[in-house]
């Protein structure tokens, strides 16, 4: 921003950012801008539409006097958009397309929005009354942060006027509503996709965006609390979340970074991000063995996408979430006596309406599950345990009995459930599937755009019955609305008794006829397979590899036209 003020930017010092972007775009990446809500005041009259064309409107939050209620942040003083006004969508609108025009951004980073201020309330103070000075100050403040201020300290006056109520009722939805707000803007000036990231949200903002858990720092505490924090925000229907990788404030430590930047490539939204000032800390400033994790790491993600996208999918329609605890489950009445229970009883609806099955985790009865927050779980097959104390080189994770796992990178079977110490190096972090479980993968690049374009393979981690299923949802990752216009295929992979199915529940993404899966691998078989066979046709000797010590069988086949039904067949000595 030019001065921190809202859609500018210094044309001087940054006079190359438009090409910049344009050769971002010519390969296959995107761009996304902060903004703040906090909108300069002081300009001259005439100078800066942003505020004239607002008082115009009448779309800013206001005081006791009607008059738009001044704060200071960034660039000033400032007036705030109340977003609760549904005029300001047309005003929001307006100043997006036109700030788009200038820089052809694909998404926005929305800031300072709970709404936080400088001062006090306002520039003139606020109303002594009961909403601003409540008998009670909430628990939240604590730890020698109550003061006189109470609770307009760093933020707006409760008794300023919006269109929806006085602030002190939706004070905590500002965030959302203008989450809200700007979707509704970048899909109208985009005309597909775009990204929302917010600080501030509220249940439910999901729907219009992710989050990041706010302002860390570069330290281990901080780090093992971005588990706790992603795993909450699952839960209040904002699965697009993570924390500022490698910290935001202070001076990190390669070995902090590397660990970090492991976990942090589990976030669901994963960035490395810090403070002006600080340190740099993306991965190419630290060892080649630091910087060879980070690429391990981020590949291995890259290669999980089709999973990790699927996941979403779930989320999109039915509420579930991506990253959970191991003891998390729809099912369960754990939750009932909790505070959680209003999100339980949602899920339980949503269950009960959706089309297809929510993946869920296996293990709310058990009760070590349930203190369990050092760990987590992508969806209900995949099991990440992070280093998360300096110096260690192992790590202890719980696997609950009842259950196969299997390391993910080479599928040997984990020999004991339970507590288990794992073997951690630095360049390692342990991630196993769970028996039972299909994923979809697919061959990863440098960037997601040309990562669509590589063939698919399928990880089969069988049960104890030698059984499993998986689903794969796909579109072409840019329209919008495609599930609810059936531009989309969804395919339900099964497996019993050496024979693994695939069923095409919709196939209304035609591109996925062109589409490759070029490898099978199956975790947990108990022998060499006698033979095997593609739609009853054998596949050669040649392209099946088998591994006595892991009991990993890889077959390799060049399958096109995934809209299609097919079917793989093996036989053992078992069966």
Known sequence: MSEHLDFTYNTTTFAELPDLISNLHSHGQHYVLITDPGIGSTQPRGSYPPYDDGVTMGIFITNSTHQPIIGVVWPGEVAFPDFTNPHTQIYWDKFVSLFHSNISFDGLWIDMNEP?????????????????NPPFLPGVYHEGLIDIFGIIKKTLCMSANQSAS???????????????????????????????????????????????????????????????????????????????????????????????????????????????????????????????????VLLLRYRMLPFL??????????????????????????????????????????????TVPIPLARFPKDQVTWDVDQQFMWGSAVLVTPVLVEGATSVEGYFPPGARWFNLRKGSEMTSSGHVALSAPLDTIPVHVRGGSIIALQEPNTTTTESRKNPFALLVALDDNQSGEGWLYWDDGETLATFETGTYSLLHFSVADGNLSSSVRHSGYTELDNAMLHLFTIYGLPSQPMSVALNNNPVPESDVEWNEDTKVLNVRVSLTDLNQPFTLTWKTSAY
């Not at 936080?116 to 601003?132: E, Q």
């Not at 939750?335 to 959680?340: A, D, E, G, K, L």
């Open 116 to 132: 936080s201020n400088f001062v006090p309330g306002s520039l003139d103070g606020c109303p002594n009354t009961s909403i601003n």
């Open 166 to 296: 006085l602030h002190y009722n939706v004070h905590s939805l500002y965030g959302f509503s203008e989450a809200n707000k700007t979707m509704r803007a970048l899909e109208k000036v985009l005309g597909n996709r775009s990204l929302v990231i917010s600080r501030s949200t509220f249940p439910g903002s999901g729907v219009f965006g992710g989050h990041w858990l706010g302002d860390n720092e570069s330290k281990y505490r901080h780090m093992q609390n971005s588990i706790t924090g992603i795993l909450d925000f699952s839960l209040f229907g904002i699965p697009l979340v993570g924390a500022d990788i490698c910290g935001f404030s202070g001076s990190t430590t390669e070995e902090l970074c590397t660990r970090w930047m492991q976990l942090g490539a589990f976030y669901p939204f994963s960035r490395n991000h810090n403070a002006i000032g600080e340190p740099a800390q993306d991965p190419a400033v630290f060892s080649n063995d630091s910087v060879a994790s980070s690429r391990d």
């Open 309 to 354: 996208y699927t996941l979403f999918h779930f989320a999109h329609v039915n509420g579930s979430t991506v990253a959970r605890p191991l003891f998390f489950d729809p099912h369960s009445n754990i939750f009932c006596s909790s505070i959680r229970t209003h999100y339980f009883i949602l899920i339980l609806f949503l269950y009960s309406h959706s």
